[in-house]
């Protein structure tokens, strides 16, 4: 029986601080727990040894190099088909047989430039014309394809990520760095605009009984703008940034704060609700872009970001889930669990098949 060769393009699955290596990883990880007879999968990665040692025979490893993003360094090799697990990598086949493209969100159209001779909007437009076929991560995420670029008639997958809280870790030796004496808020994300913190902090202004909790890389621009708001409004003895955390940190956050907060305005997927709910803990999201269809009829929205209505949908929205604990902490965790990743890895494996077979 023949092996269909098929390259992951992963080179992003080391950096698991951010959304992209996560999914690379969690991806990879549900796919391992596969029975991979029919396939022979090739990782790519600058620290094949680091993965060699978790996944063992299960994959093949390709060293990742920086030179191959160039045309003229491509890899040469012909696999049966190429999986481009993020969309916005350089890293392309020097030969494609056939290619399948994920796409977890465009925001680099609206964020860096529209202009579709914008060297992104070029790179991303090949890609789509070489895709035979093509998974989202979300609806929203197809919809935001759909309406600024010239999909080409191919098969087209909805693939929901999984929940990367798989394990509970015992957090009862962590040691914050921010005072956790008081009730606290938490929410968690690297520090850029579309994040929106600015929005929970303002709120935050009329707030008395409860901290903030932000993690999350914060030596950025907005980290900036986010440290000079704290100041400027006089909460430093109420809102906390405790910089990147460990997984046992966020689990410890998590399981302690009083609510999640994410008031993102534009996320292709959006991880940390799913996380929290875990926990079973009442999140509290925009209703923008991708989130109202990660966090279903288990969160409780903002559609504007007015301080005044912000503060008004929280406390309401952590009354109705004091008076009814037991079963909302149900559903928020159901919801929670209904996210996995092997689900999502047998799905792209069928994907695989229909692209193949």
Known sequence: MSHNSIFLETHNINNRAAGLGTFNYELIKGISKLNLDNYEL?????NPELLKAEFKEKFN?????????HPLFRIRKKYDLWHSVNQNTKVEPYHCNKYLLTIHDINFIEEISSDVNHRLN?????????????????EFAKKQTHQYFNVPNVPEH???????ISTFLDTSSYIPNVPVNKPFFYTIGDFMERKNFSSIINMMKLIKDYNLIISGNNNKKYGDVIKNMIAENNLTNQVFLTGKVSDQGKQFYMKNCTAFLF?????????????AMSFGK??????????????????????N???????SILFNGLNDYENDKKEKEQLIKKRGASFDWKDAAAKYLKVYDSIIM
């Open 158 to 164: 909805i693939i929901y990520n999984g929940n990367p």
């Open 282 to 303: 009442p999140v509290f999201l925009s209703d923008k872009t991708s989130l109202p269809e990660i966090g279903g009829d288990a969160a409780t929205y903002w559609s």
């Open 305 to 311: 970001f007015d301080p005044e209505y912000m503060k």
């Open 122 to 138: 070029r790179l991303f437009t090949a890609k789509l014309k070489k895709a035979t076929a093509i998974t989202y991560i979300s």
């Open 263 to 275: 008031p993102s305005i534009r996320e292709g997927f959006g991880l940390p609700p799913i996380e």
């Open 42 to 46: 090739t990782l790519n990665s600058s």
């Open 61 to 69: 490893y390709h060293k990742y190099t920086s030179l191959s993003r």
